[in-house]
């Protein structure tokens, strides 16, 4: 699970069994920074656990694809 | 600027203007769920700014691809 001070990396270990888009709240994207030179994904489930993604991994490029084509403000 | 309580939809309005990877710390994607009908994108600058992004606009999903894209932790 990510440590909580953001001024490192927050992921220690990723997941790599597939979480089906209902059961994620959100998802966050932290690009490579001063703080950590990798670029990670966590996503917060509905349950209010926050685990690391692999931002590799095709699901969870998928599953952000999704989030992007939902309904949207914008006409 | 996205209002703080998740328990309705944050987003008022989204930037239309393009915001260099450079100024964004991170970037939270928020599927349609029981408080929102709809997806939304919101930002947090290096400033501490968050904007709501247009999640239709062509170069927030560059952005997000480029995250993606950038050096992660599984080889």
């Known amino acids: 699970a990510p440590m909580t001070g953001e001024l490192r990396c927050q992921c220690i270990d990723v997941i790599t069994k597939m979480i089906p888009l209902k059961h994620i709240a959100n998802v966050e994207l932290i690009p490579e920074g001063p703080y950590c030179a990798i670029s990670e994904v966590i996503a917060t489930m509905t349950n209010g ?16 694809e999704r989030i992007l084509q939902q309904k949207s403000s914008t006409p």
Chains 1, 2 share one sequence.
């Open 49 to 64: 656990k926050r685990v690391c993604l692999d931002t590799t991994a095709r699901w969870v490029k998928m599953i952000i």
